[in-house]
């Protein structure tokens, strides 16, 4: 199968769905994930079924919808809340809807409160499966998905077919634990964000990380996986710089193809 590339639509969050759109297009990338806070919001129907039809005319994909739903941050209000989103994501056709596992950190989380956040992410795991839509976890600081024991105890506890993961490597961390990271979502992998930031605050150009980048692809092909590669954010936030990283990005993976 094809690798499937694309761009996060909040790496620019400043230009219009339609600078989005062609900019990734004229990359050379196949898909969007457009994300919820700025370009697509919940609750615009007639918008997101513009931005839909747009994308498609430009012969991209929506890969995924990128929301901001924290699981166990709502209350008693979190269906309506998803409800919201998932209407959207069937507007998009966008296949996962991307969420965050909660407001706190898994050391910081209690077991209780952990309980609570698996029961809600089955139940908005079921709604979606009845539209079959995927929802997938972000790897995310302050959340329970901050580091791969605790994610991987997280996929095991809700224990639903179609709540998946995504991955990036953590600029806190060394190679060595980014790779056990990686390797042990891998039966959960649905989407890799793709940036090279080798340290906080740190931020360079993808081809830069030739050293640790194209590894992470090899062990996924050899694993038969095959995630959207997203990128996510540029180096210098500067939209020119995109189709310099698509050409990494499309490089890296086509020598990790078995």
């Known amino acids: 199968m094809k690798n ?30 457009w994300g919820s806070d700025v370009h697509v919001p919940p609750k615009d129907p007639g918008h997101a079924k513009n931005v839909a039809g747009a994308t498609r005319a430009a012969g991209l994909a929506v890969t995924s919808y990128g929301s901001y739903y924290r699981a166990g941050a709502y209350g008693e209000n979190y269906r309506a809340e998803f409800a919201a989103l998932l209407d959207t994501a069937l507007i998009l056709g ?20 952990r309980a609570r956040l698996v029961a809600e992410t089955q139940e908005i795991a079921d709604m979606a499966a009845e539209k079959k839509i995927r929802v997938a976890f972000e790897c995310h600081n302050g959340t329970l998905t901050d580091e791969y024991h605790s994610s991987v105890r997280l996929m095991r506890e809700i224990g ?71 990128l996510e954010f540029m180096p210098d936030d500067d939209p020119a710089s995109l189709p310099r990283e698509a050409r990494t990005l499309r490089r890296f993976l086509s020598g990790a193809v078995r």
Request: aromatic fraction near 10%; proline fraction near 7%; hydrophobic fraction near 40%.
């Open 94 to 113: 966008a296949p996962v809807i991307r969420v965050w596992a909660g407001e706190t950190g898994s050391r910081d989380t209690p077991d209780e409160k």
């Open 4 to 33: 499937r590339t694309g761009l996060v639509s909040v790496s620019f969050r400043a230009l219009s769905c339609e600078e989005i759109i062609e900019i990734t297009a004229s990359a050379g990338l196949d898909g969007i994930e």
């Open 160 to 230: 639903r077919a179609n709540v998946r993961m995504y991955w990036q490597p953590d600029e806190r961390r060394d190679f060595s634990y980014n790779l056990e990271a990686l390797e042990a979502i891998l039966p959960y992998l649905e989407t890799v964000h793709v940036f090279h930031w080798p340290e906080p605050g740190v931020r360079l150009p993808l081809a830069d990380g030739a050293e640790v980048w194209p590894k992470y692809f090899e062990t996924i092909a050899a694993a038969d996986k095959t995630p959207a590669y997203l």
